[in-house]
């Protein structure tokens, strides 16, 4: 049985793992759909940086 910790960091992991999953989704598909070099490195920076503050959710 979980105890409340254990219940709060499964939760925050599943929202986690979730909110990734579709940041991953949304930045393969803007690439995708852009021709623009300059956009793209735009969106690589803040998609990585978003990537960056999930992973170090995750060490919680």
């Not at 690589?44 to 990537?51: A, M, P, T």
Request: hydrophobic share 30%; glycine share 4%; net charge neutral.
């Amino acid at each position: 049985m979980f105890n409340g910790k254990d219940k709060e960091k499964n939760i925050r992991r599943n929202y986690i793992n979730k909110k990734e999953e579709n940041l991953k989704k949304l930045y393969l598909n803007i690439l995708n759909n852009s021709n623009d070099g300059t956009l793209k490195e735009e969106l690589y920076e803040i998609f990585k940086d978003e990537l960056d503050i999930i992973n170090s959710n995750n060490l919680i």
